[in-house]
């Protein structure tokens, strides 16, 4: 499974950015997806995790009511609206996949990565 993500940029604070995370070498219609992010300086954190279906999201609490995950498994793509973007949003933004389907919070629970795309706020 390879998964590319794209969509990070710079933007002010307040703004929206969506982020895409599509798949390929197999279908992901039955994987959980996660977005992870990591600023300079810290440690990567959980953003958000979809089940297979789209059934079930979960959010870290930094980002709830902001931020939106969603999937299209037609296109082997997942989501992440961000929307009332913060400078403490500011990060490497992953996209993580595993065959699990259920949601999963921790970096550990998920066997696919991608590169990463960077997301600057400016205040």
């Known amino acids: 499974v390879q998964l590319q993500a794209s969509g990070g940029g710079l933007v002010q604070a307040g703004g929206s950015l969506r982020l895409s995370c599509v798949g390929s070498g197999r279908t992901l219609s039955s994987y959980r997806m996660g977005w992870f992010r990591q600023a300079p300086g810290k440690e990567r954190e959980f953003v958000a995790s979809?089940?297979?279906?789209?059934?079930?999201?979960y959010y870290a609490d930094s980002v709830k009511g902001r931020f939106t995950i969603s999937r299209d498994n037609a296109k082997n793509t997942v989501y992440l609206q961000m929307n009332s973007l913060k400078p403490g949003d500011t990060a490497v933004y992953y996209c993580?996949?595993?065959?699990?389907?259920?949601?999963?919070?921790?970096?550990?629970?998920?066997?696919?990565w991608g590169q990463g795309t960077q997301v600057t706020v400016s205040s």
């Open positions: 993580a996949a595993d065959s699990a389907p259920f949601i999963a919070t921790t970096g550990s629970r998920y066997a696919y």
């Open positions: 979809i089940s297979w279906n789209g059934g079930l999201t």
